[in-house]
């Protein structure tokens, strides 16, 4: 009798668990074929943002751009979650067909797997209160920086231009400029697009700027799986993009009402010829 | 001892009193509850078009509803896998086998001794770099690490459980011919189970504060889904209260079954004890004499 | 090997682990403080000192410790500016000091709750049959014994305070040992499992000895009865 009902237990407990897993199991299910499923990230607003269903940001534009020139309509594309530490490993198992999520092209991380692009040129900047006088990463010292755990960009800044920056280290950027907007934080330091991306949400529209002086240069590429032969085909798309005026277009949109300008002399890109 | 037992019934005079420490008490709680709201307000963090976010519908329909339906999936598969790995190694350290019950004792107590989030930072990486899993790693590495402390914790119970049975179960089990194994599987271990089911109900509450860990990997739970939908709208800090509200309600809940669920086995165990004790008592329900654990251990202070 | 032993000298790993144990140091020391006072007030005669006592340790319990640790670094000090320290970073160390404390105080008022209920009857009634009042009953008669009927409790919140310490990587200390693993397994993603190991082993050197030793002093500080 007891057994039974122990039986039972383990039953239920052994179906609940199949239950979950095999609903946990929607991210790498295979392509339809006729879709395409492009990694972006979530959380990065003004770059890449689940908003419910809908997805928003510069990287989504691009994406979406360059998917309908391959022949994919807007309801074709799946779009996929792409921590950072999780993107060479999604190309590498197959699990999306590209991703634009912030991806710099670095020798590193083209031994595994295939770059197209730049379809854009950022560089570590500054984000900084309206009224600030901070023009640059020398005016950081004996002030208070934010920057993401595990980010060497704050140490950077540290390291090269003002020794006696203060370093915090928060989970996430959003986190950085709610202690901003609080005003225990002076700056914020990453790539400029997404300061840019920050400051334009509307919380904060108005209340910061980014200084407008990167000091590095990031090219943001389109991750492909190794020994794709898609790439051709993206580096035309996102010329195209460019050439039309539909890049600046998503540019503007993305970053509105920041007066934000990206590094002239680097963007546009010119695609050189990445694909070999 | 209760704690009305600490002082008498108080008299008239004593009953002024209290009463006047009663209004100064009351006093202290608003003010510390009048402070945080005041300072909130003096920093911009109370106007209501912060908050108002999290009664609209949407918001709950695509950010904390699926976080929530995430954590939970994370901490059902942990709940489940600990009870797998507690009975497999709580078994292990009942065994007479001198290399099975070391084994199983240096596993126990190492997955005790190691915390949590240091496990969910290494299975992370583990899972999506070393073993390039594809799926969901980061709630895998949840999982993994949620399972490895928390089925310690429950092999722990499984031995304690069965230490506690009467010697009595064992020996009749032995004396109807079963052997040490058999009577640990039929007898010992099904009371044991039903004797741990409060600490069990406590130990979800455990694992579910546990999951909230899984934000620093960026798991898509309720903690990260409220910090998502909260970064374009500058209410981070409106949204930790809201999911700690969230966590505190399932949490409370969750804490309140086990007691309900430790009293009715208690009960159950002392109708038995005055009954007179004849064979049937031990077949019908709890064993008498069985210790019934505390629901929520308070001393397993778990993030 | 000469590839694992690098990351000593690369990485200051003792270091790491003495920020934990300097955490677990003054939290614990905070969360006995208040856990103490939050005990007395849930045995007190007054019913406005047990609600509190109770709302809190129910909120406090059931909440996450991520959240609590986010919420000091995030509203307490980034909102309402609360600062416990000029030094940058000490600030950061006390923050996170002040969530774990928090935390653990709910722990602790339990464990010496159920400390109390170790002391028999008959201690409270003798304390005050010779006019002892609610406060000095507690402090000379009930309080001493009840701390040594829950030394076991109040160990184990201590092992995991020492593991939770860690927890302190969300409220902006980096020099705490799961952000340096974090770095570490990050950079050198060829020996995941032995830096992890390491760590690891590192904690269950520390954990274990709490354990004997509070498993020592509850049988030889046991209240003979």
Redesign the interface.
Known sequence: MRKTRFGTVAAMAAVAALALTSCGGSGDSEADGDKIRIGIKYDQPGLGFKDGDNYTGFDVDVAKYVASELGYTEDKIEFISAPSANRETMLQNNQVDMIFATYSITDERNKVVDFAGPYFVAGQDLLVPSDSDIAGPEDLDGKNLCSVTGSTSAQKVKDNYAQNTNLQELPGYAECTTQMSGGTIDAVTTDDIILAGLAAQPAYKGKFKVVGAPFTEENYGVGLPDGTDKCGDINAAITKMIESGEWQKALDKNTEGTGYKPNAETNPPTLSDSCA | ?S??????T?GPKARRR?LA???V??L??LGIVAW?VL??AA?D?MQPSQWDDFIEG?TW???LLPGLWNTT?AA??GI?GS?IFGLIFGVGRLAQNKLINGISTVIV??F????????I??F???F???L????????WAVVAALIFYNGSVVAELVRSGVHNLPKGQREAGIAIGLTRGMSLR?IEI?QA?VAMLPALIGQF?VI???S??G????F?EL??FA??Y????????QA??V??AI??II??TL?KIAVIVSRRLSSRVKKEKNAPAGPAAAIVGAPAGLDVPAP?D?????? | MENYLSIFTEYDIPGAFWVNIQLTFWAAIGALVLGTILALLRISPVGSFQALGTSYVNLIRNTPLTIIILFCVLALYGQLGFVLSSDFQGNFFRLAVLGLAVYHAAFVCEAIRSGVNTVPLGQAEAARAIGLSFLPAARLVILPQAFRGAIVPLGNTLIALIKNSTVAAVGSVATESSSVMKTMIEFRADIVIPIFLTFAVGFVIIVIPVGLLTTWASKKLAVAR
């Open positions: 001892m704690a009305s037992i600490l002082f008498d108080p209290i420490v009663n209004i008490g009351a202290i709680a945080i300072g909130l920093k963090q949407s329909k695509n950010y999936k059902v598969l489940i009870v107590e190492f005790r001794a190691v915390p949590v989030l240091l496990m930072v290494f992370n990486v583990f999506s770099r070393s390039q899993l594809s799926g969901d790693t980061a709630m039929h099904p189970l509450v579910l504060k546990d909230a860990l934000y620093i990997i960026s898509n903690l990260f910090r998502t909260s970064s374009p709208n500058g209410n981070v800090l930790l209260i999911a700690a966590f505190i949490n409370f804490s929520q308070p001393s397993d202070p778990k993030a």
